[in-house]
């Protein structure tokens, strides 16, 4: 099931965005006013989701936000008051848009999102038996298995392209494979389990 952490500082689209996940199966894990709360409980709960209402935000709070995003330890959308979404994030919905279209990406978003999160202080949780990868990188293994290339990569995840060199570098020195060939066919193998 896909866990979810909610915030927002208005109570009642607080309450009725728990509602809407729920009814949607995904399991709300945590409800916050608090931005950075919704944070740390989104990284300690395992969340595959963290829905942020931008509203009432700072500019520090988004600040810490990315940094969090950074890590891959789960992913975000957050919800704009119909002004100009904030710079770095690439999952920005309008209050105007419509609940079944809030779910419709947040169901796109966590597809292919492993169950898990990470043990606390940066180190990866075991995404599938016999594999130690983070998230992000269980989610770049799999890109690598569908034949995606690096740009391809960084496009659909929204990195750098260097960053996911050295994604691909680690995935294959963890998944102690020598080229990419390799990596499909241990993942292929190891969910065949």
């Given at each position: 099931?896909?866990?979810?952490?909610?915030?927002?500082?208005?109570?009642?689209?607080?309450?009725?965005?728990?509602?809407?996940?729920?009814?949607?199966?995904?399991?709300?894990?945590?409800?916050?006013?608090?931005?950075?709360?919704?944070?740390?409980?989104?990284?300690?709960?395992?969340?595959?989701?963290?829905?942020?209402?931008?509203?009432?935000?700072?500019?520090?709070?988004?600040?810490?936000?990315?940094?969090?995003?950074?890590?891959?330890?789960?992913?975000?959308?957050?919800?704009?008051d119909?002004?100009?979404?904030p710079?770095?994030?690439?999952?920005?919905?309008?209050?105007?848009?419509?609940?079944?279209?809030?779910?419709?990406?947040?169901?796109?978003?966590?597809?292919?999102?492993?169950?898990?999160g990470?043990?606390?202080?940066?180190?990866?949780?075991?995404?599938?038996?016999?594999?130690?990868?983070?998230?992000?990188?269980?989610?770049?293994?799999?890109?690598?298995?569908?034949?995606?290339?690096?740009?391809?990569?960084?496009?659909?995840?929204?990195?750098?392209?260097?960053?996911?060199?050295?994604?691909?570098s680690?995935?294959?020195?963890?998944?102690?494979?020598?080229?990419?060939?390799?990596?499909?066919?241990?993942?292929?193998?190891?969910?065949?389990?």
């Amino acid at each position: 099931m896909r866990a979810v952490t909610i915030c927002s500082r208005e109570r009642l689209f607080l309450d009725g965005l728990a509602t809407l996940f729920s009814s949607n199966q995904f399991l709300v894990v945590s409800t916050n006013a608090n931005c950075l709360d919704s944070i740390r409980d989104a990284k300690d709960q395992g969340c595959n989701l963290l829905v942020l209402d931008v509203l009432g935000t700072t500019e520090s709070e988004r600040q810490f936000l990315l940094g969090a995003l950074a890590f891959g330890d789960f992913r975000c959308i957050l919800i704009s008051d119909g002004g100009v979404a904030p710079e770095g994030f690439s999952n920005v919905i309008d209050r105007s848009q419509t609940a079944q279209e809030l779910v419709a990406l947040a169901r796109s978003l966590t597809l292919e999102i492993p169950a898990g999160g990470s043990r606390g202080r940066g180190r990866p949780r075991v995404i599938t038996a016999g594999l130690e990868l983070s998230r992000r990188e269980y989610e770049v293994g799999c890109l690598i298995a569908k034949g995606c290339t690096n740009q391809s990569i960084a496009k659909e995840m929204d990195l750098k392209e260097q960053s996911v060199k050295n994604l691909v570098s680690t995935v294959i020195r963890k998944l102690q494979c020598e080229n990419r060939v390799q990596v499909a066919l241990r993942l292929a193998s190891v969910s065949k389990n």
